[in-house]
């Protein structure tokens, strides 16, 4: 993070310390991972390579994030979030997803979040896989859990006028025990009444925060003008990509 300004290194240093510290209970994955449980031979072998070996571009995604995301064609299929982020420059964030907070955590998908002057940068079909956070900064319903308020409002500034495209490629939210199917591009909300609120609460009374209480503290923040071209399924322009095994199909049962 040698380019990103001392706020912003300051945000991930607490985001690390503070989530850590403030919530070590955390969020569970849906699903359990099959197989044969770790031998203790195999934990050995993972603790070793944890001492010895470098961690630096995983230690390096040091903000966490929580929102939420949808199916891009599918808005009913709603799932939350957990982005922790690695800040690369000014202009550029990548985040690596998982379905929950703990160590059980599975890895869902990957995000990457461009600001307004390098998303004016990308061709027009280009900028239709990606989505706007205008909304999601406003309304409350991307947070950064552990964080101080203030430190909080500082990073939301940041990301308010920001744009991400994000891959899921785990579909635990859909019941999967294993990442099977292809990819499929998310989307984030654009406006009220799109989001099951029933997610928000949970998200809400599991990590001791109020939505309610960040939005009417944000509205302060800009409010950038949201390029036309982002979002698109608001215009009917929905891409995703098919595979031999739809996704969204229930899993098997179990025997």
């Given at each position: 993070?040698?380019?990103?300004?001392?706020?912003?290194?300051?945000?991930?240093?607490?985001?690390?310390?503070?989530?850590?510290?403030?919530?070590?209970?955390?969020?569970?994955?849906?699903?359990?991972?099959?197989?044969?449980?770790t031998t203790a031979k195999t934990r050995a072998l993972a603790a070793g390579a944890a001492?010895?070996?470098?961690?630096?571009?995983?230690?390096?995604?040091?903000?966490?994030?929580?929102?939420?995301?949808?199916?891009?064609?599918?808005?009913?299929?709603?799932?939350?979030?957990?982005?922790?982020?690695?800040?690369?420059?000014?202009?550029?964030?990548q985040c690596v997803i998982y379905d929950g907070s703990r160590r059980d955590a599975k890895?869902?998908?990957?995000?990457?979040?461009l600001s307004a002057r390098l998303f004016q940068t990308l061709p027009p079909a280009e900028?239709?896989?990606?989505?706007?956070?205008?909304?999601?900064?406003?309304?409350?319903?991307?947070?950064?859990?552990?964080?101080?308020?203030?430190?909080?409002?500082?990073?939301?500034?940041?990301?308010?006028?920001?744009?991400?495209?994000?891959?899921?490629?785990?579909?635990?939210?859909?019941?999967?025990?294993?990442?099977?199917?292809?990819?499929?591009?998310?989307?984030?909300?654009?406006?009220?009444?799109?989001?099951?609120?029933?997610?928000?609460?949970?998200?809400?009374?599991?990590?001791?925060?109020?939505?309610?209480?960040?939005?009417?503290?944000?509205?302060?923040?800009?409010?950038?003008?949201?390029?036309?071209?982002?979002?698109?399924?608001?215009?009917?322009?929905?891409?995703?990509?098919?595979?031999?095994?739809?996704?969204?199909?229930?899993?098997?049962?179990?025997?």
């Open positions: 993070m040698n380019n990103t300004s001392p706020l912003l290194r300051s945000i991930g240093l607490l985001a690390c310390a503070l989530a850590a510290a403030c919530h070590d209970g955390g969020t569970p994955s849906p699903v359990a991972a099959p197989g044969e449980p001492a010895l070996q470098s961690q630096t571009p995983i230690a390096a995604h040091d903000t966490y994030l929580d929102g939420f995301h949808f199916y891009n064609g599918r808005p009913q299929a709603q799932m939350e979030a957990h982005h922790y982020c690695n800040v690369l420059s000014e202009d550029l964030i890895l869902m998908g990957i995000e990457y979040v900028k239709l896989l990606w989505h706007s956070h205008v909304h999601e900064v406003h309304s409350g319903q991307l947070v950064g859990p552990g964080l101080p308020a203030v430190a909080e409002k500082a990073l939301m500034a940041k990301l308010v006028g920001t744009y991400g495209k994000t891959w899921h490629t785990w579909h635990t939210d859909e019941g999967h025990a294993l990442p099977i199917g292809v990819p499929q591009l998310m989307m984030g909300f654009t406006a009220d009444g799109q989001i099951d609120e029933r997610l928000v609460r949970e998200r809400d009374a599991r990590l001791g925060i109020d939505s309610a209480e960040k939005r009417a503290d944000r509205q302060a923040l800009p409010r950038p003008e949201v390029d036309p071209a982002a979002d698109a399924w608001r215009h009917g322009e929905v891409f995703q990509i098919e595979g031999p095994v739809p996704h969204h199909e229930p899993p098997p049962a179990k025997r």
